[in-house]
């Protein structure tokens, strides 16, 4: 994957807002694609749904 996007998290984790790179594509289930996620400030990944990322950049 190795795509850099934009992170728009809920009104409650919005110091988590950032640019993260997508680690890895999850299946999808009710609520639609999830995706693993990772900042280079943290050591963890966070699995976040489709809707919450925008493209970084020029799109």
């Known amino acids: ?3 850099d996007v934009h992170f728009a998290p809920a ?3 919005r110091s988590a807002e950032g640019v993260y790179r997508i ?3 999850l299946p ?3 609520g639609g694609l999830q995706y693993r996620i990772k900042s280079p400030h943290e ?3 966070r699995v976040v749904r ?3 990322l925008s493209p970084v950049g020029g799109d």
């Open 23 to 25: 680690v890895r594509c």
């Open 43 to 45: 050591q963890h990944e």
């Open 50 to 52: 489709e809707d919450q």
């Open 28 to 30: 999808a289930d009710s």
């Open 1 to 3: 994957m190795d795509q």
């Open 11 to 13: 009104l409650h984790q």
